[in-house]
């Protein structure tokens, strides 16, 4: 899963300690493998770092920097051969279980408020003249590991394993709602119907006259309109998505974990890395085609 690059406005008057591994990485190394600025890995550790800190200050204890480290640039590229040559011991389970548990509910959130839900509509509106607009929600598979019990229900329609993820993002490319338990099997119109009681109730969901019948001149307004709001949808699974070869349960954790670093990147509206932003288009790309099949 790719994490997009962000830069930090409040790096200015901060004191940080003395970090051994990252200072001795270069921000080629750093950016190259994490997609983030040296510094603002060294931003990230330092959010995170209190829940990962080794309680024992024994010498073998892997430090927070390296497992932080460690699981950046696996969500990046999908693998440990980075770092795996320099350390051991290494534990990313851990870090990614922190990060999803204790950090979901504060980078996670749909808007509560009147003025929250205001101030995403007027926004959207701004998009296509689409009135009321809260949330775009959407679907994607991540592919998964063959699981050892129960695998025919994982097979999508495609025929490969994989969780149905469902998303809500807002204007920012900001994923608001997520919900990451369902197999491949799982129709869409399932999960919204047995989504957690966290989403807001709206009295309906909009989506598009169906392009089998002939639509009125109206009728194919809005659905040029509605397309070109959810583009953001897309635009959000493809920063946020990505193909994890694990068991379920711990593929479902790893996808919140992914979507807490995602938001906390968007936080500060800082775009992707060059190649980043290719490889985001190529992904979109594949999914307005998937929505054709």
């Given at each position: 899963?790719?994490?997009?690059?962000?830069?930090l406005?409040?790096?200015?008057?901060?004191?940080?300690?003395?970090?051994?591994?990252?200072e001795?990485?270069?921000?080629?190394?750093?950016?190259?493998?994490?997609g983030?600025p040296?510094?603002?890995?060294?931003?990230?550790?330092?959010?995170?770092?209190p829940?990962v800190?080794?309680?024992?200050?024994?010498?073998?204890?892997?430090?927070a920097?390296?497992?932080?480290?460690?699981?950046?640039?696996?969500?990046?590229?999908?693998?440990?051969?980075?770092?795996l040559?320099?350390?051991?011991?290494?534990?990313?389970?851990s870090?990614?279980r922190?990060?999803?548990?204790?950090?979901?509910?504060?980078?996670?959130?749909?808007?509560?408020?009147?003025?929250?839900?205001?101030?995403?509509s007027?926004?959207?509106?701004?998009?296509?003249?689409?009135?009321?607009?809260?949330?775009?929600?959407?679907?994607?598979?991540?592919?998964?590991?063959?699981?050892?019990?129960?695998?025919?229900?994982?097979i999508?329609?495609?025929?490969?394993?994989?969780?149905?993820?469902?998303?809500?993002?807002?204007?920012q490319?900001?994923?608001?709602?997520?919900v990451?338990?369902y197999?491949?099997?799982?129709?869409?119109?399932?999960?919204?119907?047995?989504?957690?009681?966290?989403?807001?109730?709206?009295p309906?969901?909009?989506?598009?006259?169906?392009?089998?019948?002939?639509?009125?001149?109206e009728?194919?307004?809005?659905?040029?309109?509605?397309t070109?709001?959810?583009?953001?949808?897309?635009?959000?699974?493809?920063?946020?998505?990505?193909?994890?070869?694990?068991?379920?349960?711990?593929?479902?954790?790893l996808i919140?974990?992914?979507?807490?670093?995602?938001?906390?990147?968007?936080?500060?509206?800082i775009?992707?890395?060059?190649?980043?932003?290719?490889?985001?288009?190529?992904?979109?790309?594949?999914?307005?085609?998937?929505?054709?099949d």
């Amino acid at each position: 899963m790719a994490i997009p690059l962000f830069v930090l406005n409040n790096e200015r008057n901060r004191v940080y300690k003395q970090r051994r591994l990252l200072e001795s990485l270069s921000e080629f190394e750093i950016r190259k493998h994490t997609g983030l600025p040296w510094w603002g890995a060294r931003e990230l550790i330092e959010w995170i770092e209190p829940e990962v800190e080794p309680l024992a200050r024994r010498n073998y204890a892997t430090p927070a920097e390296t497992k932080i480290l460690t699981t950046l640039g696996f969500f990046r590229s999908g693998s440990f051969q980075w770092m795996l040559g320099t350390v051991s011991g290494t534990s990313q389970p851990s870090c990614s279980r922190i990060i999803a548990e204790d950090h979901a509910n504060e980078m996670i959130r749909f808007p509560a408020s009147v003025d929250e839900r205001n101030i995403v509509s007027n926004a959207f509106y701004q998009v296509a003249g689409l009135p009321n607009v809260i949330g775009i929600v959407d679907g994607s598979h991540v592919l998964i590991k063959a699981p050892t019990d129960h695998g025919g229900v994982y097979i999508n329609r495609k025929q490969r394993h994989s969780i149905n993820v469902q998303i809500i993002c807002n204007h920012q490319d900001k994923i608001a709602d997520i919900v990451a338990k369902y197999p491949g099997s799982s129709h869409d119109s399932f999960i919204m119907r047995n989504s957690d009681s966290g989403y807001f109730r709206a009295p309906y969901l909009a989506i598009p006259f169906s392009r089998r019948a002939a639509l009125s001149v109206e009728q194919q307004l809005f659905n040029t309109a509605l397309t070109k709001t959810r583009s953001k949808v897309e635009r959000c699974i493809g920063l946020s998505g990505g193909d994890l070869c694990y068991e379920p349960a711990k593929v479902c954790k790893l996808i919140t974990a992914s979507v807490v670093l995602h938001n906390y990147c968007v936080n500060f509206g800082i775009p992707l890395l060059d190649e980043d932003e290719h490889q985001l288009e190529l992904i979109i790309h594949g999914l307005a085609e998937d929505e054709l099949d």
